[in-house]
Antibody
């Protein structure tokens, strides 16, 4: 069974940093691109970032480019999202998904990030 | 950036009614469009991929159609458990983009 488990969310002050993790199991992690998607409270879904199978290629939404960095450790089946210079508008539930271009099934349960002083 | 516009934003429907949600893309995306269902306090669930491909475990009352710029998600004979927000997603060109969502309420 494919499982994705996000962690690392929490309360952080504006300008601060946070590192999210997504632990994957039930599939060959290194064979799939991975995606981060977020959802602000009461709002819709926003794509954040994609990373290629080997981690050599990454793509970012303009809203996070230069502040967020996606990486992966295929030896540990884990995806990461390093978030720097956080802003109030980054407050959201962050989901990871496997191979979103092919549908992304399933998604993780999400981890909540709150940026507030 | 490809903009996806869903309609309607909200729909209140009686059980057993047919529901149609449309998603229009600002430029042609072939069939690189997926549909998701999100219930309160849950993560999104894939309903239809590549515009019309069914997903194992998803009830057959859910179907998708379309290509190019116009897409449709149809729920035949709505059930109470289908109360949710539905999103379309395009994966043709980065940035991937979602529609704004359509909330379906059961009367």
């Amino acid at each position: 069974e494919v499982q994705l488990l996000e962690s690392g969310g929490g309360l952080v002050q504006p300008g601060g940093s946070l590192r999210l993790s997504c632990a994957a199991s039930g599939f060959t992690f290194s064979s799939y691109t991975m995606t981060w998607v977020r959802q602000a409270p009461g709002k819709g879904l926003e794509w954040v970032s994609d990373i290629g199978r080997r981690g050599a290629t990454t793509f970012y939404a303009d809203s996070v480019k230069g502040r967020f960095s996606t990486s992966r450790d295929n030896s540990k089946n884990t995806l990461f999202l390093q978030m720097n210079n956080l802003r109030a508008e980054d407050t959201a539930i962050y989901y990871c998904a496997k191979d979103l271009a092919a549908g992304g099934d399933p998604w993780g349960q999400g981890t909540l990030v709150i940026v507030s002083s | 950036e490809i903009v996806l516009t869903q309609s309607p934003d909200f729909q209140s429907v009686t059980p057993k009614e047919k529901v149609t949600i449309t998603c229009r893309a600002s430029q042609s995306i072939g069939t690189s469009l997926h549909w998701y269902q999100q219930k309160p306090d849950q993560s999104p669930k894939l309903l239809i991929k590549s515009a019309s491909q069914s997903i194992s475990g998803v009830p057959s009352r859910f179907s998708g159609s379309g290509s190019g710029t116009d897409f449709t998600l149809t729920i035949n004979s709505l059930e109470a458990e289908d109360a949710a927000t539905y999103y379309c997603l395009q994966c043709t060109t980065f940035p991937w983009t979602f529609g704004q969502g359509t909330k379906v309420e059961i009367k």
